[in-house]
């Protein structure tokens, strides 16, 4: 069964693997998505 249980699967972080740095970090990831947002905003203000 795909999934399992709490815990399971891949570290997270540098104990990773496929650890990424820059671009494709969570912490990017969710600032283009909120810059995305904020443009999708102010377009419709326009």
């Known amino acids: 069964m795909h999934g399992g249980a709490r815990g399971s ?3 997270t972080g540098a104990a990773n693997g ?3 740095t ?3 970090t969570r ?3 969710e600032l ?3 810059v995305a947002r904020l443009l999708r905003e ?3 203000l326009v």
Do not use: I, L, V
């Open 18 to 20: 496929r650890y990424r």
């Open 42 to 44: 102010a377009a419709e």
């Open 9 to 11: 699967g891949a570290p």
């Open 22 to 24: 820059g671009r494709r």
């Open 27 to 29: 912490e990017m990831q």
């Open 32 to 34: 283009r998505q909120r």
